[in-house]
C-alpha cells in the first residue's frame, strides 16, 4: 500500500499492482491540489502579501532596513505556505505530522507630524495647537536670524524739530544711546553692532545742543507743503529723510541705518537684524492695512496684494541705507498724497504717515520689502507692564509716547488722569524737572518705574537742565487736573512735534 512521505512525495511499495494504484492516487491528489489552489481566500492573502502595496508598507511600519528585506521575503514565504495549507498532497489529514499554520499578528505604529505618538488627524483642537506651535517655531527662527556679516553695523538716526519738547528728550535719547554702547563695546569689542549716531534736526537751523550731540541740520517744509499739512507737523519726517538721502547718506561709513525718534530710550544694544534685502522693524497693532484696503487702494496703481503691505511705520526701522534711498522719495510723495486726500486723511488720521511708510514700502520697487517684525524692538508703556516684550523676549528700547496714571495706590488709571501723572507731553514748553518721583507703592509696572528711572538719571548727568526744567507739582506733573489736560491738548501742534498720540492714549 502506498503511502506519502513527509515532504508530499509517494514512498514505494513492491508489485506492479501498487504502481497502478499509485498512479490512480496521484491523479487524485493532483485534482485535490489545483482545487485548492484555486479557493478565494488564498487567492487573496496571496495577493495582499505580493503586492507592492504591502510590501511598502510592511517595510516602512517595521522600520525595515536594507539588510531586513531578505529576512522579509522569507518570512512572506513562509505566511503564503501557512495560509495556502498545502503540502504535495493537499490533504491536511495526511500531514498528522506537520507543524500547524501559524497566525501572524502586525502592529501598525503611527508618528504625528509633530513627533508625538499622537495621532491628532481627527481631533481639531490639537490640530490647531500644532499649527499655532509650528508657526511660533518659524517665528522664533526669524527673530533668531542675525546679520553676522563681520564689520557691518547701524547708525542711529533720529529726526525731531526745534523746540524744548524735543530737545530735552533727544538729550536723554542720546545719553542713553551713548552708555547702551559702551557697555554693548565692553562686551563684545568690536562685535558691538551699534555705530554712530545723527540728530536729525529739520529747523532749518543749528541749536545749543550740536555740539553736545553729532547733528545734521536740514531744511523744514517748504511752504507749499506746509500749506496742504495745516499743522501737521509729521510731514516734516520724510522730507527730512528725504534731504538726509540726497546730502548726508554717503557720509557715514555703516551700511544701515535705525531710524528713531527723540521719544525712544535704548534698554540694551539690539543686535543687526537687517539685510541688503530684509529690512527689520517693530509692528504696530493700530496699523491695519486689511482694514484700510478701499483707501489703501487709491496708492496701490500696481496693485500689490494688501497681505504684502506691513503693520509698521519708520520708526523703529532698521534697513540698509541704500534700500531705504530707493524709496525715501516714495514715502515723502505718498506722505503728501495721502494728505491731501480728504478721506485718507481722516481715516488714517495722526498716523497717515506711517501708513505712507508701509504703502512707499510695498509698491516703490520691483517687489513689496518684506520686513522681520520684532516685537521686542520697543516697549509701550504704561500699556506694557515688564521688560519683557509680547513676544516673550528681552526688550531693546522704551517708547514714551503715551500718559501714565496711577491713583494713590498705585493701581492703574486707564483714560483717566491719576493721582501720580507722568506725561512727555505735559512738559511741552519746560524740561521735565529732575528727580521725578516714582509711581506710588502698589505700582507693579516695572517698565513704567524703569522709563522714570532712566529719564531721572539722565537729567541728573546733563548739563544746563535746570535752567530749562519746570517746577514739579508732587506727586504729579502739570496737567494733572482734566482742565489743564484739556489745555494742553488744545495747544499748538508745533508745540508737540514729535509726539505721536495712539488710539488707546488717554484723554
Known sequence: MARLDRKGGVARSGGAGSHLKMALLGLVVLAAVLGMLNM???????ELH??????????????????????????????????????????????????????????????????????TSMDPAAEQQRVAKQQQEEADKVLDEVNQTPGEKYHVIC????????????????????????????????????????????????????????????APLPEKYQQIAAGYVVLDRPYAFKQWVEKYIDTIPENYIWMGE??????????????????AAFPF????????????????????????FEKIGNSPVQIHKRQFAAISDSWFKLSIAIKNDTEADKEFGWVQEMYAYSIASAITLDK??????????????????????????????IHFTYGNDFDEKGQFTPGKVGFWHWWAAAWANKYIPRNFPLPPDGCDNLAVIELVNRVNEAADH??????????????????DTPQQRRALAAAPAATLHGMRPHPRVPG
Not at 537751523?205 to 553729532?214: F, M, Q, R, T
Not at 513689496?368 to 520684532?374: E, F, K
Open 40 to 46: 478565494a481566500p488564498a487567492s487573496l492573502h496571496r
Open 50 to 119: 505580493t503586492s507592492h502595496s504591502r510590501q511598502e508598507l510592511r517595510r516602512q511600519t517595521e522600520g525595515a532596513q536594507p539588510g531586513q528585506e531578505r529576512r522579509s521575503q522569507l518570512q512572506e514565504e513562509a505566511d503564503l505556505e501557512a495560509a495556502d495549507g498545502l503540502s504535495a498532497t493537499g490533504d491536511a489529514s495526511l500531514h498528522a505530522d506537520a507543524e500547524p499554520a501559524r497566525t501572524q499578528t502586525f502592529e501598525v505604529h503611527f508618528e504625528s507630524v509633530d513627533g508625538t505618538d499622537a495621532d
Open 159 to 218: 529726526s525731531l524739530g526745534a523746540g524744548l519738547y524735543t530737545q530735552w528728550q533727544s538729550r536723554v535719547a542720546y545719553y542713553w544711546y551713548k552708555k547702551v554702547k559702551e557697555e554693548c563695546e565692553q562686551e563684545l569689542g568690536d562685535k558691538c553692532q551699534m555705530g554712530g549716531y545723527t540728530r536729525l534736526l529739520h529747523s532749518g537751523g543749528a541749536d545749543l545742543w550740536v555740539d553736545e550731540i553729532p547733528t545734521v541740520v536740514v
Open 262 to 279: 527723540p521719544d525712544h530710550i535704548f534698554l540694551r544694544a539690539p543686535p543687526l537684524w537687517a539685510t541688503p534685502e530684509r529690512p
Open 285 to 308: 497693532f493700530y496699523i491695519e492695512p486689511v482694514a484700510m484696503k478701499s483707501i489703501i487702494d487709491r496708492f496701490n496703481p500696481k496693485k500689490v496684494p494688501i497681505d504684502q
Open 368 to 397: 513689496p520689502i518684506r520686513y522681520a517684525l520684532h516685537a521686542e524692538m520697543q516697549l509701550q508703556p504704561p500699556w506694557d507692564k515688564t521688560l519683557t516684550a509680547e513676544n516673550g523676549r528681552p526688550a531693546y528700547m
Open 462 to 479: 546733563l548739563e544746563h537742565w535746570d535752567e530749562y526744567a519746570g517746577e514739579l507739582q508732587t506727586p504729579a506733573a502739570p496737567g
